[in-house]
């Protein structure tokens, strides 16, 4: 069984999972409004990955014996300047998950909480990842800022991100 504050915690992020899908999706779906199916695409596929991030708190708490309790999801930004500030955005959002990870760690080790402790390993990797991810996309568009060219070159490298189930 996880102890009260645990599990809040943890419903919270299921939250917080939620709205990082629903923040890409918006992306995706104004990216496609710009006609950049690549960036789309990447945004989509992200999208997914959230969910599957949501799922696995969901799962955990159920299977410790926990209650789960959803909670109402707030509206993302529906527009961007520039595919350069939707990702600038990505980052800073993806940097406050980083931030809500390292709290969650921070819980399960005052509650000697092991085994999410252990969970979150996962979360902690997945983490880096994400930033690093974020950041290798940011320095190609500020390399390539003002030319359409090279736009449409990262549009055809995005398109070919695949959505591939993360497995623990
Ligand atoms: Fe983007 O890692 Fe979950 O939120």
């Known amino acids: 069984m996880i102890g009260e504050r645990m599990l809040e915690a943890l419903n919270r992020q ?4 939620l709205y990082s899908s629903y923040l890409y999706l918006s ?10 199916k690549g960036f ?5 596929v992200q999208a997914r990955e959230e969910l599957g991030h949501a799922m696995k708190f ?3 708490i159920l ?3 926990g209650k789960v309790q959803l909670q109402e999801i707030k509206a993302p930004p ?11 955005e990505t980052l800073k959002h993806e940097k406050h998950i980083t931030e809500c990870i390292n709290k969650l760690v921070e819980i399960a080790e005052e509650e000697k909480d092991r085994a999410t402790f252990n969970m979150l390993q996962w979360f902690v990797d997945e983490q880096v990842e994400e930033e690093a991810n974020d950041e290798e996309i940011i320095t190609k568009l500020r390399m390539i800022e003002g ?19 993360e497995v623990k």
């Open 147 to 165: 030319s359409k060219n090279g736009i449409f070159m990262l549009d055809r490298e995005l398109a070919q991100r695949k959505y591939v189930e």
């Open 63 to 65: 299977a410790r014996g």
């Open 78 to 88: 529906h527009e961007w300047n520039s595919p350069l500030h939707a990702f600038e």
């Open 27 to 36: 992306m995706s779906a104004w990216f496609e409004s710009i006609g950049l």
């Open 58 to 60: 969901y799962d955990y």
């Open 40 to 44: 789309a695409n990447w945004m989509k």
């Open 14 to 17: 299921i939250n917080e999972e």
